[in-house]
């Protein structure tokens, strides 16, 4: 039905956290110390990812768990705190 096979597509998301952590890999939010549009779009997709039940089989989990990702659940929980 889709043009990659489940396999591919498991590997484009586990390649697009990669590009977002090393993105914040020096400052709190994508641009600095202020959260803005593109952290808040962003905590809401990766909400989906934190929150998907630990029984369910998700490769993306990993991704977002390996340490490598950290600067994405600092993310997620400075997101998650703001007000």
Same mark, same amino acid.
């Given at each position: 039905?889709?043009?990659?096979?489940?396999? $591919? =597509? =498991?590997?484009?998301? #586990?390649?697009?956290? $990669?590009? /977002?952590?090393?993105?914040? *890999?020096? !400052?709190?939010?994508?641009?600095?110390? $202020?959260? !803005?549009? /593109?952290?808040?779009? %962003?905590? *809401?997709?990766? *909400?989906? =990812?934190?929150?998907?039940?630990?029984?369910?089989?998700?490769?993306?989990?990993?991704?977002?768990?390996?340490?490598? #990702?950290?600067?994405l659940r600092?993310?997620?929980? %400075?997101?998650? %705190?703001? $007000?």
């Amino acid at each position: 039905m889709g043009v990659h096979k489940p396999e $591919k =597509i =498991i590997v484009f998301g #586990q390649n697009g956290l $990669k590009v /977002l952590s090393d993105m914040l *890999a020096a !400052t709190p939010f994508f641009f600095g110390d $202020k959260p !803005t549009t /593109l952290d808040v779009v %962003s905590f *809401a997709s990766l *909400a989906e =990812i934190h929150f998907v039940d630990k029984e369910f089989d998700f490769p993306c989990r990993l991704a977002y768990s390996e340490s490598q #990702q950290s600067s994405l659940r600092a993310l997620y929980n %400075s997101v998650a %705190s703001s $007000k």
